[in-house]
């Protein structure tokens, strides 16, 4: 790539232009959504829905659902009965299941138009959005940008990516069509980054975030949270996508992590504990693993956004035991329990996970 094209920086604060997926609003100074794709065949009802309820019981707020053909489009219909979610038809070639799926009941397209044909079926798309209210996202990737502009450019850069979906955009805009999401994804974090950097200059529509064929396990959800999180720091972006090969209800805890990391929403207690290290001298360090996981496990299931920390030992932890809501900080043979800087007492070893998470209910009842 054209490493010129890696310009530093982005806006401070981007507002974009605000539109509707059913009842959820995206952009316009909306909480960052979360999104997913379901790997069913489309026109697999009961497969599909059952994926899509166990992405709505993860926290996933938006469902995408491929159509690649005409059972695919009418089982939306179906779908729609099965969850309160929006549900997004990913659309390529063919117009008439774009059409076929906004008249489903879709609640929104994602297209490339310059695939799907003539001016006049473009035109036909955006009408059938507009008519029913209807945003439509632009999904440009850079594995499949068009040949002159891989030329122009000298390859996929972020720049052809940029000027791609430019033009994506100005079909719908000449089709009288605003209600525009934008996406701009590469498999790399550097390319991804760059793109969204400078449409972002260019376009107050709203965006979609992810690196796309991120991968599988560990390294698929750095990438993931390296090029989401860069972009939500410099307040680029207004929806995400983590794109993990395999169960798409993993992509969901993956996505809050980030978002809840960088402070942008809260989904329940963070928790903070120390790595572990010589200095433990409350038992091995292996144990105090084991009581750190175990008070996780514990507390996952509450709302509240409490901070939460687990410290091992009496060099950094009392301070971030008193800086939280809930912490502890551990010695020989107790451990000290405190609540927002206050010590509440000292707890016997044995008993302090057990303690540990009784007060986090407490805490948590009371908020």
């Known amino acids: 790539m054209n490493w010129e094209d890696r310009e530093p920086g982005g806006t401070a604060s981007r507002l974009s232009r605000p539109v509707f997926l059913g009842g959820l609003q995206v952009g316009g100074g909306a909480p960052v959504s979360i999104q997913s794709m379901t790997n069913t065949r489309t026109a697999d009802v009961e497969a599909t829905a059952a994926q899509i309820t166990r992405l709505e019981a993860a926290g996933c707020e938006v469902v995408r659902l491929a159509v690649p053909d005409a059972p695919s489009a009418l089982a939306i219909t179906e779908l729609k009965k099965r969850t309160r979610l929006p549900l997004v038809a990913d659309i390529h070639f063919d117009h008439l299941l774009a059409l076929a ?203 509240t956004p409490l901070k939460l920390a687990v410290m091992g030992c009496e060099v950094n932890g009392p301070g971030e035991a008193r800086e939280a809501d809930l912490g502890v900080a551990l010695g020989r043979g107790e451990g000290v329990l405190f609540r927002n800087g206050t010590v509440l007492r000292k707890i016997p070893l044995e008993r302090v996970v057990e303690e540990f998470i009784a007060e986090a209910l407490r805490l948590d009842a009371e908020e």
């Not at 001016?119 to 068009?146: C, K, Q, T, W, Y």
């Not at 209600?179 to 965006?207: F, G, H, Q």
């Open 101 to 303: 799926a906004v008249e489903a009941g879709v609640d929104g397209l994602r297209i490339n138009p310059g695939n799907i044909g003539s001016p006049e079926r473009v035109d036909a798309v955006a009408r059938a959005a507009g008519e029913r209210g209807l945003p439509i996202r632009i999904g440009v990737n850079s594995g499949s940008l068009p040949r002159r502009l891989l030329r122009k450019f000298e390859g996929p850069t972020p720049r052809a990516m940029v000027e791609c979906a430019l033009e994506q955009a100005d079909l719908l805009e000449r089709a009288g069509f605003g209600a525009i999401k934008i996406s701009l994804k590469a498999s790399d974090v550097a390319r991804t980054v760059a793109a969204c950097r400078l449409l972002a200059r260019r376009v107050e529509y709203p965006l979609h975030l992810g690196v796309t064929e991120a991968g599988v396990g560990r390294p698929a959800v750095v990438r993931s949270a390296l090029g989401i999180g860069l972009l939500l720091a410099e307040g680029i972006g207004d929806t995400i996508r983590v794109s993990l090969t395999g169960d798409p209800v993993e992509e969901i805890g993956v996505a809050r992590d980030i978002l809840q990391g960088l402070g942008l929403r809260s989904f329940g207690p963070e928790i903070i504990s120390c790595p572990s290290c010589g200095r433990v001298q409350a038992q091995s360090g292996e144990s105090f693993v084991r009581m750190s996981a175990a008070i996780a496990e514990g507390v996952a299931g509450l709302k």
